[in-house]
């Protein structure tokens, strides 16, 4: 069965700072996408970024980093130069490529506040 | 571009008592997902459709729950009747097919009193 583990359930990090979220996963799948979601107080989920378990490059998307180390099977995301507005909760999420569902399997989340 | 919309925003109930949501997907958009998120977990995924045709129900509560997606475009899912535990936000997405980005909306608050 697959399965997302978020260890961190609260972290604190001082504007302008980097931050790294922690992820891993747990998969018998060959080919798997791996996703962060950001969710603000206001409930919607936000897409950030996404890495494909075939892709050799860590993806990037601005602030955004992926650290991909397939053998570790963990997936952390590097928010550099913490800005105020990316106080939210942040989920990391797997989907299995291949099959009938490309649901998307999410972890339990890690809480991030900014602090000026 | 307009993004995924979902009615009501937020549901007060009493248990054993039924409610229905609604979800618009993006338009041009073929699958559809409906996923279940409890207070202080993530998302969990309750059915999932092809154009109106279901590829996964597997964690439907069909004794109680039920999904449509009439004329592959809007959907609606219904709880009958409510429990306690269906507390939760539900919250809908939209992808253009089953491999691509997955679009949330707001999501329904429901609290079952």
């Known amino acids: 069965a697959q399965k997302i583990t978020q260890t961190q359930p609260g972290m604190f990090v001082q504007e302008k700072e980097a931050v790294t979220l922690d992820c891993t996963y747990d998969t018998s799948d060959q080919s798997y996408g791996l996703f962060w979601y950001k969710q603000p107080s206001s409930g919607e989920m936000i897409f950030l970024i996404y890495q494909g378990s075939y892709d050799e490059q860590n993806a990037t998307e601005g602030r955004y980093s992926l650290n991909f180390q397939k053998a570790r099977k963990s997936a952390n995301l590097v928010i550099s130069a913490s800005q105020l507005g990316d106080s939210a909760m942040y989920f990391c999420a797997m989907s299995p490529w291949g099959g009938a569902t490309n649901k998307l399997i999410f972890g339990t989340g890690t809480l991030l506040a900014v602090q000026p | 571009e307009a993004g995924v919309a979902q009615s009501p925003r937020y549901k007060i109930i009493e248990k054993r008592q039924s409610v229905a949501f609604w979800c618009n997907p993006i338009s041009g958009h073929a699958t559809l997902y409906w996923y279940q998120q409890i207070l202080g977990q993530g998302p969990k995924l309750l059915i999932q459709f092809q154009n109106n045709g279901v590829v996964d129900d597997s964690q439907l509560p069909k004794d109680r729950f039920s999904a449509e997606r009439l004329k592959g475009v809007d959907s609606t899912l219904k709880i009958q009747p409510a429990k306690l535990e269906d507390s939760a936000v539900y919250l809908c997405?939209?992808?253009?097919?089953?491999?691509?980005?997955?679009?949330f909306g707001p999501g329904t608050r429901l609290t079952v009193l």
């Open positions: 997405a939209s992808s253009l097919g089953r491999g691509d980005e997955q679009f």
